[in-house]
Antibody
Framework: EVQLVESGGGLVQPGVSLRLSCAGS????????MNWVRQAPGKGLEWVSF???????YYADSVKGRFITSRDNAKNSVYLLMNSLRVEDTAVYYC????????????????WGQGTMVTVSA | DIQLTQSPSFLSASVGDRVTITCRAS??????LAWYQQKPGKAPKLLIY???TLHSGVPSRFSGSGSRTEFTLTISSLQPEDFATYSC?????????FGQGTKVEIK
């Protein structure tokens, strides 16, 4: 079964760091780009970051300079290191598989994890 | 950044109804648009990509159309399991953005 499983969320104070992990299984992890998407309570989806299968990385402006995305293909995992956390970073964080359907570019996110909750509060 | 505006934000409908949701982009995005369904407490599920291509396993009552700045998601005959929130996403240029969502509720 193709699946993604996130971990690492929790309750933290503003200003601290937290690292999320996302483990993939059931597919050739190294062949796919991966995304992080978050959803604040009661709000819509917000794309956070993308890492290609070759290691190219993009970030949303809201997290640029604070969050760092990385991957370890040997462990079939992608990570999101979140530094200098703010109250407004409170959200469910999803990892999602990037899919191009043989087009050579991203066309959608086809597999999503169950999400991990990050709460930033004093 | 490209903004996506969905209308309506809330929709009340009955089983069997034909439902149409619109997604408007602030600038042309060709056909680089995807639609997702999300139920409370669950992750989004991909329905349609490239504006009109039905993802594998998605029922044929779902369809998508449009290009450049205006797109629609249509459910031809609403089923009980379709009551959910639907979101569009543009993948034309970074940062990839989502619409605010359309909640489809039972009338």
């Amino acid at each position: 079964e193709v699946q993604l499983v996130e971990s690492g969320g929790g309750l933290v104070q503003p200003g601290v760091s937290l690292r999320l992990s996302c483990a993939g299984s059931g597919f050739t992890f190294s062949s796919f780009g991966m995304n992080w998407v978050r959803q604040a309570p009661g709000k819509g989806l917000e794309w956070v970051s993308f890492i290609s299968n070759s290691g190219n990385i993009y970030y949303a402006d809201s997290v640029k300079g604070r969050f760092i995305t990385s991957r370890d293909n040997a462990k079939n995992s992608v990570y999101l290191l979140m530094n200098s956390l703010r109250v407004e970073d409170t959200a469910v964080y999803y990892c999602a598989r990037d899919r191009g359907f043989n087009s050579g570019r991203t066309l959608a996110f086809d597999i999503w994890g169950q999400g991990t909750m990050v709460t930033v509060s004093a | 950044d490209i903004q996506l505006t969905q209308s309506p934000s809330f929709l009340s409908a009955s089983v069997g109804d034909r439902v149409t949701i619109t997604c408007r982009a602030s600038q042309a995005i060709s056909s680089y648009l995807a639609w997702y369904q999300q139920k409370p407490g669950k992750a989004p599920k991909l329905l349609i990509y490239a504006a009109s291509t039905l993802h594998s396993g998605v029922p044929s009552r779902f369809s998508g159309s449009g290009s450049r700045t205006e797109f629609t998601l249509t459910i031809s005959s609403l089923q009980p399991e379709d009551f959910a929130t639907y979101s569009c996403q543009q993948l034309n240029s970074y940062p990839w953005t989502f619409g605010q969502g359309t909640k489809v509720e039972i009338k």
